[in-house]
């Protein structure tokens, strides 16, 4: 009956292990997947804010363009209307002139003839000028019409891509939630009565547990230290510790609860990789702030 119940109690430890080491790899995936989901959503947000400062600029340029055509509009207008008051007068004087019959009014008219041949000229070339100028700003005008509206079907479809990204994410978590779940029912199966002395820091746990599912990082991190401080040779605790610190971005104190976890619970091989490649990255060790 000894050995049998020895035996028993080996393979009850060894599914506890392997219980603890999935729950572990569950919560660094989801950890991993929040972390991916916030890059996503920066990534998204600069490239809109990229999109939305090409469109401002894009308008500008539409606006300058526009305030540019219309002020050389008007100055050529202006010289048109000035060139065609001084062809009126001119001809106002040619009228006058060919009232006389003298010499000197004749040289006076080839003279004024000269004088307008020169200014009709002068204003066909000006009213060349104003066309020219005027298709080349509806061209301008287009071009940037067109500018815009691809802009604005980037947009959409970067929104059609953070939908989507959106929804790959909320299954992701639905069925890590599902593991999960599965997990804890596994191990409140197996796990034996914790006895009066561990009662108290085990309704601490839960609550740990409670504030980690919900993301309250901060709470979650609280709790935990206080079951190390009620129990220090609590290996769950301090794996939970270094998975709330990663969430945190807190990777030098993450180091130092899986180090402390690795040492209370030597055989998590699993727990052993994402330490050591913790260290790699920081190459610090310390414990966290109180």
Not at 207 to 221: F, G, L, N, V
Request: glycine residues 2%; aromatic residues 6%.
């Amino acid at each position: 009956m000894a050995q049998m119940t020895a035996k028993l109690q080996q393979e009850k430890a060894s599914w506890e292990s392997r219980l603890q080491s999935k729950e572990n790899d569950i919560k660094i995936m989801k950890t991993r997947l929040a972390w991916r989901d916030k890059r996503l959503q920066d990534e998204i947000a600069r490239r809109h804010k990229e999109l939305a400062a090409l469109q401002q600029t894009a308008t500008d340029e539409l606006r300058r363009a526009q305030s540019r055509y219309e002020a050389e509009k008007q100055r050529l207008a202006a010289k048109l209307k000035e060139r065609r008051a001084a062809l009126t007068a001119l001809e106002s004087q040619q009228v006058k002139q060919r009232q006389s019959k003298t010499h000197s009014d004749a040289l006076v008219k080839e003279s004024l003839t000269a004088h307008r041949q020169h200014l009709e000229e002068s204003v066909r070339k000006l009213e060349a000028q104003c066309a020219e100028l005027e298709n080349h700003y509806v061209m301008q005008l287009s071009e940037k019409e067109t500018q815009l509206a691809g802009l604005e079907q980037e947009v959409a479809g970067k929104d059609q891509q953070l939908q989507d990204t959106r929804h790959k994410a909320r299954k992701i978590s639905e069925q890590l939630h599902k593991e999960m779940e599965g997990i804890q029912h596994l191990q409140t199966a197996t796990e034996p009565s914790k006895g009066a002395r561990l009662a108290p820091v085990w309704a601490i746990f839960e609550q740990a547990i409670h504030h980690y599912k919900a993301e309250r990082w901060s709470e979650a991190a609280q709790l935990f230290q206080e079951c190390i401080h009620q129990d220090p040779n609590w290996s769950a605790a301090y794996q939970y510790l270094a998975l709330v610190f990663h969430a945190l971005g807190q990777q030098a104190e993450a180091a130092w609860a899986a180090e402390q976890a690795m040492e209370k619970d030597p055989d998590n091989a699993r727990l052993a990789t994402w330490a050591n490649r913790l260290r790699a990255t920081l190459n610090v060790k310390h414990p966290p702030a109180a």
